[in-house]
């Protein structure tokens, strides 16, 4: 099925400020009319603003924790900033040229078929567990349901409610079943046209059969070819609509390397054994800024240096130990005096761990994870995939004006519990005890579709990865939670869709930042994709910011920041505040300039989609018999429902807003059930 947005991008880099990065939409089912919708949006996509600045108030007396610390333990990067603009991640639409993820048809029949004759995977299905604690009323009825607990729909089922558990022999008997011999016929005939249409063509080129039914094409890069530090660049181009022509011309196809990716796609298609053909397209973490360059006391709170700083774990509310826009972790951590469980895992698919980071380096909470770049290039680490996710780094282009590696899943691992919390240095996590299972998927100019899929199952524990030696290694610890802090403006590809239901009908939950366009997120991946819980980035008031996704694919709000605003007149932006390594730094107390530190402040739905997965594992370390679909359901039960006036702007600023009866020019922007609060959750 053609798309054509050409015209729709070509506004969007018009529009003053515009960050592209995001998700995406399910199903073919609705595609035509998506499409059709898609096209209308277009119209609409004028100048897009990103808010007001906060006044800027008087700096307090630093804390006394502070105070104490050294300059290198407190340094931070990220200054309240008035500059409205904000840096392009991605302008267009990327794919890595000459890569293609296809899935025969018949495929998921077959493994079906095997699945019922598998005995071992008894082992991993079990009754449902009792349904969580329910609020005050059934949740039947709105007016049943207490103050600012909104009622809950019916959640949507993959399968049988499955434990967030999987032991190793029904890891090995899902293994069996994506490798029956049926299915390994079907993928070898898929491979034989696969072939056949690279001849046709005049290529040449592999083709990898993944365990869970998924075929990867290389039309033309030789990982096994790279020498390290000899300065190879990943393949990558902006994605255009090249016919392709009737009559082959193979010097063509060589020369043009784009457009022999598109007809291969075309003509696999076409040959109708394929339940999908999608190009291998590139995805980005979701920053909506990288800065250029909230002390409130608390009743209960860790002693880590920065924790002065941290307003998005508070209490919500207006009182001085509240913010406006908290999420509730400190009421949570003292009312139930729990503050996690290293028995709950979640995986944070990124671009790897830092783990150098003071605060990490000598957490307990770090698992081994795994890296998923498998392109060289991309990697930035001299290899492909291994069982190192330590970042290296992935800035893509050094001239672009203040471009630094982003050590983005660093960052968002630091919400959610990889730093040493409570441990009297640098910054707290949601969730102090958690078990973190780094997956790297992003490298060197963002990250590949492909790479991502693998990092999706195998962090899911439904496939093995590959040493270097040929030996399988399995994810000894299958996440509970599986968060998703990245983006693509594309509709949600059906190879990702697949991953995604692969893992949540084993029980996982899998949480996605909802992008950072100011655009409906319908249209952008993952956060748009089905069975995911899709989050929209809050500001210290506990509104949608500015450069938030929006629309009906959004579960709820969770703090993202505004590096713009100054609500707690602190004299600081009001960012995340998380683990990573940066430059142009300053001393929070002195004010004194340093020239790197290991903590920032950022802003984006990748920060809000953190916090939400730190909930989700105190959740689940407080009912350890919880399924996926339960998680979910009592999460939902934790939000305070948001005014019209906290999800509103001026529509001509953000197409596919729904207009406000007897509010000309006001837009709803439909931000889901409400603003993520702990506070909420039955006593």
């Known amino acids: 099925m053609t798309r054509k947005f050409t015209s729709f991008r070509k506004t969007l880099i018009a529009a003053a400020g515009l960050v592209l990065m995001g998700g995406l939409v399910g199903a073919c089912d609705n595609q035509e009319t998506r499409k059709d919708r898609f096209g209308e949006l277009v119209d609409d996509v004028i100048d897009q603003v990103t808010g007001e600045d906060g006044a800027a108030g008087e700096v307090p007396p630093p804390q006394s924790r502070m105070e104490s610390a050294t300059p290198a333990e407190r340094a931070i990067s990220g200054r309240l900033s008035e500059d409205a603009l904000v840096q392009i991640a991605s302008e267009r639409r990327r794919f890595a040229v000459g890569s293609i993820v296809a899935k025969p048809v018949k495929v998921d029949a077959l493994q079906e078929v095997a699945r019922a004759q598998e005995p071992q995977l008894s082992e991993s299905v079990v009754a449902p567990a009792p349904a969580p604690p329910s609020v005050e009323g059934d949740g039947s009825d709105p007016a049943e349901a207490p103050d600012g607990v909104q009622a809950l729909p019916p959640l949507p089922t993959v399968s049988a409610p499955q434990p967030r558990s999987v032991t190793r022999s029904a890891m090995k008997a899902q293994r069996r079943i994506a490798m029956a011999p049926e299915v390994r016929e079907v993928q070898l005939d898929a491979q034989s046209t696969m072939f056949s249409e690279m001849d046709k063509l005049g290529l040449s080129g592999s083709v990898d059969a993944s365990d869970s039914g998924m075929m990867v094409i290389d039309l033309f890069a030789d990982p096994t070819q790279y020498v390290e530090g000899d300065g190879a660049e990943p393949l990558i181009a902006e994605d255009i609509e090249l016919a392709c022509p009737d009559a082959v011309d193979t010097d063509m196809m060589t020369s043009n390397k784009v457009l022999a990716t598109n007809c291969m796609i075309e003509r696999l298609r076409a040959s109708g054994k394929f339940e999908y053909v999608e190009k291998d397209y590139i995805f980005d973490h979701q920053f909506a800024r990288r800065p250029p360059s909230v002390p409130v006391p608390v009743a209960f709170g860790p002693d880590d240096t920065l924790w002065d700083l ?66 060289p290039g991309m990697g930035n680490d001299g290899d492909g995939r291994d069982n190192d996710p330590n970042d290296p780094g992935d800035l893509c282009n050094p001239n672009v004006p203040m471009a630094r590696d982003s050590f983005h899943g660093t960052h968002v691992a630091g919400t959610i519990g990889a730093a040493a919390s409570n441990n009297g240095t640098g910054v707290a996590g949601g969730a102090w005890n958690v078990k973190i299972v780094p997956v790297r998927a992003l490298g060197k100019c963002g990250g590949r579709l492909s790479d991502i899929i693998a990092g999706i199952r195998w962090a899911g524990g439904t496939i093995p990865a590959i040493n270097a030696q040929g030996n399988e290694v399995w994810n000894e610890n299958p996440a509970d939670i599986i968060n998703l802090s990245i983006g693509l403006f594309e509709i949600c590809p059906a190879s990702l869709q697949d991953a995604i239901d692969s893992v949540v009908e084993r029980g996982a939950v899998v949480v996605s930042a909802a992008g950072n366009a100011r655009l409906p997120t319908e249209f952008y991946a993952p956060g748009g994709c089905k069975n995911v819980i899709s989050v929209a980035a809050s500001d210290a008031r506990g509104h949608i910011t500015p450069y938030s996704n929006f629309g009906p694919e959004v579960d709820l709000l969770a703090p993202g920041g505004d590096l713009m605003r100054d609500d707690n007149l602190d004299g600081r932006p009001d960012g995340i505040l998380s683990t990573k390594p940066s430059k142009d730094c300053h001393d929070p107390v002195t004010g004194d300039t340093l020239a790197s530190c290991d903590y920032a402040y950022e802003q984006g739905t990748s920060m809000a989609a953190p916090h939400v997965s730190a909930a989700l594992a105190l959740i689940a370390a407080q009912n350890p018999d919880f399924t996926g679909a339960q998680l979910e359901a009592a999460l939902m039960g934790a939000v305070t429902p948001r005014e019209t006036g906290q999800c509103s702007a001026p529509c001509e600023q953000y197409p596919g807003a729904t207009p406000i009866p007897d509010s000309e020019g006001m837009c709803v922007r439909t931000c889901g059930a409400g603003l993520l609060n702990l506070e909420k959750l039955p006593h």
Request: hydrophobic share 40%; charged share 10%.
């Open 310 to 375: 941290q307003w998005n774990f508070l209490n919500n509310g207006t009182a001085a130990d509240q913010s406006a826009g908290g999420a509730g972790f400190v009421d949570f951590w003292s009312r139930t005096g729990i503050t996690g469980s290293t028995d709950v895992t979640v995986a944070v698919v990124d671009t790897g761990l830092a783990l150098s980071h003071p605060d990490i380096a000598n957490s307990p909470n770090i698992a081994p994870g795994w890296d998923m770049v498998s392109d």
